[in-house]
T-cell receptor, first 109, second 117 residues
Framework: SQQGEEDPQALSIQEGENATMNCSYK?????LQWYRQNSGRGLVHLIL?????REKHSGRLRVTLDTSKKSSSLLITASRAADTASYFC?????????FGQGTELSVKP | GAVVSQHPSWVICKSGTSVKIECRSL??????MFWYRQFPKQSLMLMAT?????????EQGVEKDKFLINHASLTLSTLTVTSAHPEDSSFYIC?????????????FGPGTRLTVT
């Protein structure tokens, strides 16, 4: 079963703009992870945020976690056409990594 | 970093035949491997979890007799789609967990595109 709900399902922006994707989950977690998937390809691990962290940065990525609301957000700043991909949040449940529905990001040059 | 490979990267087969997909951890020992299926425009759905040397644990709704999983060594797991039908056409992705790591980090293969005609 899917753990995370993500919104928006699809997001289209211009190059240079920021993109924000949200993820909500249902049960308690130790950490939450974000992945990117280019069309027809495997997954690329972007960032992991632990339950005792509120914010984490990696390059142009900024992830926040609000455990009281059971939600996380991924912000991509100064987006590029190469950021066009699907983005998934994932949490570990019973030792298994369960993915959210994903957000399809399109960055237009 | 840890690398997971899959073979083949894509396969086309006729309805009724069986197809085997391999998942290998190249530079670490994978005590646990996972198989996911992804339909177009959808998320990854976990099919089963396999631990080296033991039977796979299947998710609810996944037919274990149709999707045979073997994890005979610490570096290889195979998924065999038996008597494939067009509705089995999908993107199959494996992932592996390094048994030496305490974290739950999983390393993903590049996926296998299966098309059943």
């Amino acid at each position: 079963s899917q753990q995370g709900e993500e919104d928006p399902q699809a997001l289209s922006i211009q190059e240079g703009e920021n993109a924000t994707m949200n993820c909500s989950y249902k049960t308690s977690i130790n950490n939450l992870q974000w992945y990117r998937q280019n069309s027809g390809r495997g997954l690329v691990h972007l960032i992991l945020i632990r339950s005792n962290e509120r914010e984490k940065h990696s390059g142009r990525l900024r992830v926040t976690l609000d455990t009281s609301k059971k939600s996380s957000s991924l912000l991509i700043t100064a987006s590029r056409a190469a950021d066009t991909a699907s983005y998934f949040c994932a949490t570990v449940q019973g030792g298994k990594l369960i993915f959210g529905q994903g957000t399809e990001l399109s960055v237009k040059p | 970093g840890a690398v997971v490979s899959q073979h083949p990267s894509w396969v086309i087969c006729k309805s009724g035949t069986s197809v085997k997909i391999e998942c290998r951890s190249l530079d670490f020992q994978a005590t646990t491997m996972f198989w996911y299926r992804q339909f177009p425009k959808q998320s990854l759905m976990l099919m089963a979890t396999s631990n080296e040397g033991s039977k796979a644990t299947y998710e609810q709704g996944v037919e274990k007799d149709k999707f045979l999983i073997n994890h005979a060594s610490l570096t290889l797991s195979t998924l065999t789609v038996t008597s494939a039908h067009p509705e089995d056409s999908s993107f199959y992705i494996c992932s592996a967990r390094d048994g030496r790591e305490v974290s739950y980090e999983q390393y993903f293969g590049p996926g296998t595109r299966l098309t059943v005609t």
